[in-house]
């Protein structure tokens, strides 16, 4: 049974830091890629950053240099490690493993950027 549980989502003031945890279950992890993706209310989902395998990684512009992605795949888990966040980060994300034609999504975890 395919399973991804997205965990580390919480309140945090601006400038603040945060750890997301990406968790997998039920498929070959570590031939998929990675991708953290983001919804804020009333907004597209939109794609944050990507881990692939070997380990190339792509961030989006507005979190380049504040955002670093990885996985460990001994543990089937991916991070998404968010320090300086702003208000403008505040969001659901989704973690999703992709291969090929193969996607699978978690439920999201909320992360809120407020004082």
């Known amino acids: 049974q395919v399973q991804i549980v997205e965990s580390g989502g919480n309140l945090v003031q601006p400038g603040g830091s945060l750890r997301l945890s990406c968790a997998a279950s039920g498929f070959t992890f570590n031939i998929y890629d990675i991708i953290w993706h983001r919804q804020a209310p009333d907004k597209e989902r939109e794609l944050v950053a990507t881990?692939?395998?070997?380990?190339?990684?792509y961030y989006q512009d507005s979190v380049k240099g504040r955002f670093t992605i990885s996985r460990d795949n001994a543990k089937n888990t991916a991070y998404l490690r968010m320090n300086n966040l702003k208000s403008e980060d505040t969001a659901v994300y989704y973690c999703n493993a992709k291969y090929g034609t193969w996607s699978y999504w978690g439920q999201g975890t909320q992360v809120t950027v407020s004082s």
């Open positions: 881990i692939g395998n070997p380990d190339y990684t």
